[in-house]
């Protein structure tokens, strides 16, 4: 058996998955193919077999990787509304920007999750990990009485992952929109959203 | 040259509307066609060609449809954010309820924008008309100071009609979660995003 240095492997691992999405992006989800990619990365069938099992597990592990990013940004934020606020418009920002047709893949995926259970299954199980990861920050917010304690936390968390996809349909329908504009207002909504509401009343 | 009944014209003309979007959720934008969209609806191809030309203009048909029955909507709400918050909760209901399939079409005309331009045409088009909707229900609100003046309205309606869409793909990642609770957050969502805020200092 062959020893496999796992810097080179990881390596290799990575530069695949970079040539299968440039694939995805070009070819749709169900047009791009392991002959494709592997013409795209340079390697053989035989090859690629040794990093990635099947077409599904390579847009797994592209999923994957976004949650990873994520995960790493919450845990370095502060739990409160504007930080959160702030942060999500950085990740709108980059998404608006992402001129490599990446968006035109996520809404894919969507949209094949109602023909594909392996497409579903991997939605959710995106979604279900963007979801905790802001259930965890709002808790941590609720806590600390940064974030308005009233707020169902699951709810909330799901309405966010909802809006944060939704701004790649913003510039979808609307690329002549300014997006300086548009990301205020998205921070505007979300620290208005999650911040304990001002009373001006005697009541509690 | 017949001449043609307008009442029954439109009547038939709604009913191939229905066949269509059947085939359309069925088979998909690009896997619908002409011939079964005829089968579905019980009538010759030279007999559709009364009606619509192409694919595209009956799809374009059912787009409008949508449109039209927004903007009946959007007339009869009053201009505050409370009602607005309340209309946006039902419609968005409505899609989640959807189970007929009519959201992997909405996801998929989005995906579809970014290959096809007749496509992303008709995309734009639905979303700049019902952005117009919504920046006239905010212009109306904020003259009658029922909605935060500060809000740039071409950016919050936009904004919105992402938020509206966003809720389709809140059901699609999760299937389970309560709509109840989910709908309560988005009304609360709303209703502080277009409300002034209340200022309990001295400054203005």
Known sequence: MRTVDPVKHEEKRQEILVAAKRCFVRHGLRGASIAGICTEAGISPGHLYHYFESKD??????VEAVLERNAEQFSQTAANSDALAALMVVSAQSKVRNDDGTNGLILEMLAEAERSPVIARLVQEHSRGMQKLLADFL???????EIDPSLDIEAAAALLVGIIDSF???????PALDPALTTEMLRVLIARFLTVPIRTGTHD
């Not at 597990?57 to 592209?62: E, R, S, T, V, Y």
């Not at 808790?139 to 009485?145: I, L």
Request: net charge positive; charged share 15%; glycine share 4%.
């Open 57 to 62: 597990a390579i847009l797994q592990a592209i």
């Open 168 to 174: 790649v349909l913003t510039a979808v329908h609307n």
């Open 139 to 145: 808790r941590r917010g609720q806590t600390q009485r």
